[in-house]
């Protein structure tokens, strides 16, 4: 249960990670098409004069249920907007945090659901539940929306290889490292350490009396396992503290762009949101790091 759970905050954090890389860096702008400014503005005026009374949504333009709606849907041209009333900095960070708490949870269902399934497997059979069942998710979710909203499919492609790179690894650390042992595997270690034990008494009960070997001593250097465990514990409370202090002392104080100068376009340069999501990377690197340190000493523990 509790390797279980470990390694669904393990897994939610590896998805984490993953999404701000595949979106929230230079990455990210790799699906998206543009347009001008002027093109812009003309969109987001006739957007704000047609839609806004309508409120936050999802819409289909033309919209299809009206005789002349399926008339113009069936001329084009056509689109699929999700609209907000409101606007928000290109820097919003307001999102991570309930991001995070989605991607934990996400984690916490994966290692459970490998763990209802694939306690026993081997890995190279967990593995492959994961990597099919991630691709089964992932196919039918970002590469059948395309064909049946008649999308561009650039977009598309880029979320299928992106969310199936994020489940993938998480799956695989997960049935790697942190699925119980079953106890079918624990039943047969038993019995082969009952057969063994029970050889030894025999060939003992042949065999004369020996002198019992001295007691051993550990090594010099030796580090008991408590050490690497308090380090692990020490590096995710580490982790959660920077990420507590990102959330309370910068991004609320400073929701917007926090400019030091002007950049060579004459805009303001904005250098705390880069700063801020480096650091959300480094806190989620030191929780991961001391999940691991923590996992490694328990592994290491005397059966």
Request: net charge neutral; with cysteine.
């Amino acid at each position: 249960m509790v390797r279980t759970f470990i390694g669904g905050i393990v897994g939610g954090l590896i998805l984490f990670v993953s999404g701000f890389i595949f979106w929230a860096t230079p990455l990210g702008e790799i699906p998206f098409d543009h347009a001008s400014d002027a093109q812009n503005a003309a969109v987001q005026l006739s957007l704000n004069q047609n839609l806004t009374a309508a409120g936050t949504g999802a819409y289909h333009i033309p919209d299809p249920r009206s005789r002349e709606g399926a008339n113009q849907y069936t001329q084009g041209p056509i689109a699929t907007v999700f609209f907000n009333t409101q606007g928000f900095s290109p820097q919003d960070m307001s999102m991570l945090l309930p991001g995070a708490i989605m991607a934990l949870i996400a984690g916490l269902l994966l290692s459970f659901a490998l763990a209802a399934v694939g306690g026993g497997r081997s890995f190279a059979g967990t593995a492959r539940l994961v990597v099919l069942m991630s691709l089964a998710f992932t196919v039918w979710e970002f590469l059948a929306s395309p064909i049946f909203n008649h999308f561009g499919w650039r977009f598309w492609i880029y979320s299928f290889v992106a969310e199936s790179v994020g489940w993938i690894v998480a799956g695989l650390v997960i049935a790697r490292w942190f699925l119980p042992i079953a106890q079918s595997a624990v039943a047969i270690e038993s019995s082969t350490d009952a057969a063994t034990l029970s050889t030894s008494v025999d060939s003992t009960a042949i065999a004369p009396a020996t002198t019992p070997p001295a007691p051993t001593t550990p090594p010099a250097g030796h580090i008991s396992s408590n050490r690497p465990r308090r380090e692990g514990i020490i590096r995710m409370a580490l982790g959660a503290t920077l990420a507590a202090i990102l959330y309370i002392f910068i991004y609320i104080p400073w929701p917007g762009c926090y400019a030091i100068g002007q950049g060579s376009s004459g805009q303001p340069f904005c250098i705390r949101p880069q700063l801020v999501q480096g650091a959300w990377v480094l806190a989620a690197a030191l929780i991961l790091w001391g999940a691991w340190g923590y996992y490694q000493s328990r592994e290491k523990e005397p059966k």
